[in-house]
């Protein structure tokens, strides 16, 4: 079988059956899912992930792998997926592809997400998500496709050379694909992960995040091969964007105070995945597999009642740190 | 000024005008505010709330009143308030008021809510809410008026008896107001507190829910006063439904295994809330005061990946308890 392609994917090489792409962009995304799981293996310095694969009942499934209990990390989840079905024509629109004009309502979506969150509260937590996304018609024509993805760092003590170490790496690895994207997708990463119902407070201290990034492009122009190329390079930014900042902090001094502050700000975290978080609801909504959905969650969050802080405190300053700013301003890139 | 009364609220005394009807369930409100700190005050047995009284910007305001780290309870918050203002005709039509159909958009509210968490995993977790809802045109005409409220149990470790002694006190509460209260209610509050993407798992055992119970009556015929005493009622129902169970298992001894079910069950409070909760969920979307909205939230909460508990544990036990089912069947009416 045949499949009509975009013009920016005839740029390409010979235009590729539904069926393989699928199989192809799932190889790839499960490469992705065992490198992250190695990089953080390695990382933790002695925990271990156990492995649960799961069915979906309306097609496709996914493989968990969760680290509890780790020597860096209290709780570590890399989830991979790969799903297919038939969206109604409401969820269709959400999700913005051409395809909801077109009365194309198949999908297929695979990707693969991680939150990982550190014991001391002198690591930041991190978050990174890639996928790939693809609507077709009912003869299995590709009506439209894109990749999406993104990652944010969220500290807990106000560390401002480490966000500094976050951007200039995921600034310089978007450099090497592409000017406008680390611009854009700063800016709709800050925009992206806010407590809007908390004064928009920001979840941390943002990172990049992009979606419908399509291989034939609007507006950046990249073929299909070139964009995974950098959805790729995505995924593994965290050597560079992530790992100098663990090294750094895994060995500091801590006291109750700063893993009290901890345990409150990821109550935030837990709000912001279960109240704003489009990936968490739409699961949610759609009875999606509940414990992949919520792998998110913190292993441990505290609520305190309106809690107040010292302007010089180091809880005041991460709150200063957490209004989006320009991190990389007088950085000269790599 | 005179204003235009339901059927329902001729039978009572003569009109009464919007300004004294609104000053009278404010105090009333307040009557009941009072008493439930009393009440879990003398329950803590030796800790103390701390007052936190704020304005809203649009009207009205509220007093917030919090127990951290009591003997009994590591957590209680009481909240009351008095809100005011001009409602988009869609979230009047959500609210269900008759006011949406007659254009009105102009509402008053006030009311009553409390969650406590106890220290113990052997002592339940409770939550109570009473309110008076009103809408008026814009000439000051109550257009529609009604209550609502409820409580509903939360126990961490199965014990039986603590679900019937608190079903068996609502329902001879309620029986002294109308036959057909407590089977109605029961049945709303076990549709109501369930965590749909849990597989439909309830948050507790139930107890009893209920909204848009108006002056005028329908279904159950009762005139504002007799209405209000039944929701007066239902705010002091704890000292039969709650503190018996308080007592019962405040002394028992409990280890690791039954706080971290606790923490975990927690959580499953915290995603109710923020995911579900009506009045949870409205706050966040209308900007409401964080604090309070939120002050329901639990001081401390866990996330497992997928726990799974052996058929006889006693979290396989209180999974079966979450089962709706019928508290009070042989139990005889006091």
Redesign the interface.
Known sequence: MTVAMHPGELRTAAPVPVANRRADVTRWIAGLHDELTSFFGRLDRGGTFTE?RWERPGGGGGV?R?M?DGVTFE?A?INRSAVMGVLPPAAAHRLGGRGAATGSTHFFATGVSLVVHPRSPMVPTVHLNVRYFELTDEAGTITDCWFGGGTDLTPFYPHEEDARTFHVALRDMCERHHRGFYPAFKRWCDEYFVNT???NEARGVGGIFFDHLRADADPFGLDFDSTRAFVTDVARALRQAYEPIVDRRRNEAFGDAEREFQ?VRR?RY??FN??HDRGT?FG??T?AR??S???S??????????PRYSPHSFEARLQQMLEPRDWVGDVTGA
Do not use: S
Not at 297 to 304: F, G, K, N
């Open positions: 649960d968990a969760v509890t709780k989840g119902h908390r004064d345990l109550g837990v709000e279960l109240v609801t949610l909504q009875n509940v414990e959905v919520l792998m969650l913190p292993p441990l969050a505290m609520w305190q009642y309106a």
